[in-house]
């Protein structure tokens, strides 16, 4: 099995910052990519941030200039470090991995059980 337990959610002022951890464990060959994405109330899921093994990296346009995502590939670890947070990002943040478990096999999408992000006004 893999897993992905994340970290450093919470509440925080607007202005300020966050830097959410995810880091993969268990049966894993490698790891393609990793992603961080986010549900908030009355909204459908959206993908907030993704970076490749390679360090390719994409943003959605609602979070361009203010989140950084960066990748410790030694350790199985994704981060997105969150400034000039504001009331709109407050959402639970789910983290995804794209896992290859052997050698011979193709890909496979994991979840966390997200983390909750509060930004108050």
């Known amino acids: 099995q893999v897993q992905l337990v994340e970290s450093g959610g919470g509440l925080v002022q607007a202005g300020g910052s966050l830097r959410l951890s995810c880091a993969a464990a268990?049966?894993?060959?490698?790891?393609?990519?990793m992603g961080w994405y986010r549900r908030a109330p009355g909204k459908q899921r959206e993908l907030v941030a993704a970076?490749?093994?390679?360090?390719?990296?994409n943003y959605a346009d609602s979070v361009k200039g203010r989140f950084t995502i960066s990748r410790d590939n030694a350790k199985n670890t994704v981060y997105l470090q969150m400034n000039s947070l504001k009331p709109e990002d407050t959402a639970v943040y789910y983290c995804?991995?794209?896992?290859?478990?052997?050698?011979?096999?193709?890909?496979?999408?994991?979840w966390g059980q997200g983390t909750q992000v509060t930004v108050s006004s």
């Open positions: 995804n991995a794209d896992v290859v478990r052997s050698v011979v096999a193709g890909s496979s999408g994991y």
């Open positions: 970076i490749t093994s390679g360090g390719s990296t």
């Open positions: 268990g049966s894993i060959f490698s790891i393609r990519a």
